[in-house]
């Protein structure tokens, strides 16, 4: 059975503060570990990460993979109040049903 | 606007009615999957369709029926809806489900009372 595991669970830090949130996964048919923000409803989609070693970033947030050790971290610069939301990891297979199997999230919040 | 429309947004019902939650997308996408979403469970993936006429188990099927008669349509269908279905419900669209980002609906909040 595919698990993904994201830890800490949950997180709370000061405005301008870096955070690491962290993603294990077993996946069959491994393809492409993805990460979503979700604020009030709908997941909204990070990144999507396919090759190890290889960082990508968008402003103050940047992911990377390792495709050996199975994990991945997202990591957020300088936080602000707006990064508030849960965090969700997913692996991705590239076979069979093509599932995204989904981590619990990392609640993160960021106080003043 | 390329996006994934779920209806209703909120929904209360009672036992044993029989209930069907919409969702259309305009992308053309050729995956579609439904999830649930429960406090302490995460995520957890209902149904897909890797395309019309192509539907399968996901990983919590039990009390649900969908159908793919068009590429834009996955209803989710509750036939006899149960307390234990109250839950916030996703539809998502893919072009090629794992391989490529998946874009999700606003949500349906369902309460089964």
């Known amino acids: 059975e595919d698990k993904v595991v994201q830890s800490p669970l949950s997180l709370v830090v000061h405005e301008g503060d870096t955070v690491t949130l962290n993603c294990s996964y077993e996946?069959?048919?491994?393809?492409?570990l993805l990460w979503y923000k979700q604020e009030k409803k709908a997941p909204t989609f990070l990144f999507m990460l396919?090759?190890?070693?290889i960082e990508k970033k968008s402003g103050r947030l940047s992911s990377i993979l390792d495709k050996k050790e199975l994990f991945s971290i997202l990591n957020i610069t300088a936080t602000q109040t707006g990064d508030s939301a849960v965090y969700l990891c997913?692996?991705?297979?590239?076979?069979?049903?093509?599932?995204?199997?989904f981590g619990k999230g990392t609640k993160l919040s960021v106080i003043p | 606007e390329a996006q994934v429309t779920q209806n209703p947004r909120y929904l209360i019902t009672v036992t044993g009615k029989k209930l069907t939650v919409t969702c259309s997308q305009n992308?053309?996408?050729?995956?579609m999957s439904w999830y649930r979403q429960d406090p302490g469970l995460g995520l957890r993936q209902i149904y897909y369709?890797?395309?019309?006429?192509?539907?399968d188990k996901g990983d919590v099927p039990e009390g649900y029926k969908v159908s793919r008669k068009e590429k834009r349509n996955f209803p989710l269908i509750l036939e006899s809806p149960s307390p234990n279905q109250t839950s916030l419900y996703f539809c998502?669209?893919?072009?090629?489900?794992?391989?490529?980002?998946?874009?999700f609906g606003q949500g349906t909040r369902l309460t089964v009372v």
């Open positions: 998502a669209s893919s072009f090629q489900g794992g391989t490529f980002e998946a874009f």
């Open positions: 996946v069959t048919n491994f393809r492409s």
């Open positions: 396919t090759s190890s070693g």
């Open positions: 997913a692996g991705g297979s590239g076979a069979g049903s093509y599932q995204l199997t």
């Open positions: 992308m053309n996408h050729e995956y």
């Open positions: 369709s890797m395309n019309v006429e192509v539907t």
